[in-house]
């Protein structure tokens, strides 16, 4: 596999991402499933794990590193969710709100937490959810402190940032702040607003992590009109519309890859975007399915994608995409413009 880098640890260039045992419930994935993939996508030597904040999901992975003897090699990425903002009365002026959302003593409480349920020495990788404006709240410095003192006791090796608005104007100021290792990014064909902020990381030798590199399983191929999810899955509440704008898209890029997506055959508008995309099929075709071009994309740009590894299924595909070479310029250029275009 292609690899990235946090600071001095090699990782490889395809994670497993959000490991969450809720949300993989609420899909229909059984616990065992989930455990299965895990242990598998370590054995075939992915070594990012992109762990949920809830204790279960932080559990199991501090598990499989165990069992598959692969502390030394597997960074377990935990999260620390913010605390609710307090509400504000209406025509209450704007207040300073980071020592709300992220006091030190409940970051420190998490990160205790955290380490009891992995049963880690320490966390390899700390991921915070930054915003870029509070880099001028009063309580930043204290923050920054608590952060560096963790590291001083050996509880926290790396810290970094889950930005959700990359293109905040200030985004740039944060991701050079020098006590951040990795900046984790929403980054996939459908949402490139990250891709500015990649040459500053890159300078800085900061991890860039590209989280839902599938767009929540959009890219997987199978999303259109008609589709049947649990129904407890999230994804319920697309309505018709935005599954046939879906499912238009994966047709049309269903044309640079050997295998047409399911999804290109659900509606009428998707079967003839897809007809329409075949008439400039491009003569040498690199990837097997959309999810492949999809994944392969994230990771030529970003250098380490996390897709959902949670059905032992997606991990050999998974591990196959980053082993590849870098797709063609003109392929990625094309599958850009099916999103660029006006629809």
Not at 122 to 137: D, E, I, M, R
Request: proline letters at 8%; glycine letters at 6%; a neutral charge.
């Amino acid at each position: 596999m292609r690899t990235g880098r946090l600071g001095d640890t090699i990782l490889s260039a395809v994670g497993s991402g959000d490991v969450s045992l809720p949300v993989s419930a609420s899909r229909g994935v059984l616990a065992r499933d989930v455990e299965h993939a895990l242990h598998e996508a370590v054995a075939f030597g992915i070594s990012l794990l992109d762990v949920a904040p809830d204790r279960d999901s932080e559990k199991l992975a501090g598990e499989v590193v165990r069992a598959e003897r692969a502390r030394d090699r597997v960074v377990i990425a935990t999260r620390v969710p913010v605390l609710p903002a307090l509400e504000l009365r209406a025509g209450a002026p704007r207040r300073d709100v980071l020592h709300e959302r992220l006091p030190p003593l409940y970051l420190q409480e998490h990160v205790e937490t955290a380490l009891r349920a992995t049963r880690l020495d320490a966390l390899p990788l700390v991921q915070l959810p930054l915003n870029p404006g509070w880099l001028a709240s009063r309580a930043w410095p204290e923050l920054v402190g608590t952060c560096a003192r963790l590291i001083r006791e050996g509880k926290v090796l790396a810290w970094g940032a889950l930005l959700d608005e990359p293109g905040d104007d200030d985004a740039p100021a944060l991701i050079a702040e020098p006590w951040l290792a990795a900046m984790s990014v929403e980054f996939h064909l459908c949402d490139r607003r990250a891709a500015p902020l990649f040459a500053a990381a890159n300078q800085r030798n900061l991890a860039i992590l590209a989280r839902h590199p599938l767009a929540g399983g959009a890219l997987a191929g199978s999303f259109g009109p008609g589709v049947r999810l649990p129904p407890r899955d999230a994804r319920n509440a697309l309505d018709p519309a935005a599954l046939e704008r879906i499912a238009v898209a994966v047709a049309s890029l269903g044309a640079l890859v050997k295998h047409e997506p399911p999804a290109a055959r659900s509606c009428e508008a998707a079967r003839e975007a897809g007809e329409r995309a075949r008439r400039d099929r491009p003569e040498q075709i690199v990837c097997d399915s959309v999810a492949e071009l999809a994944l392969r994309f994230a990771i030529d740009r970003a250098g380490i994608a996390l897709p959902r590894l949670h059905r032992p299924g997606h991990v050999l595909a998974a591990v196959a995409a980053a082993a590849a070479p870098p797709l063609p310029d003109e392929l990625a250029a094309r599958a850009e413009q099916i999103f660029d275009a006006p629809r």
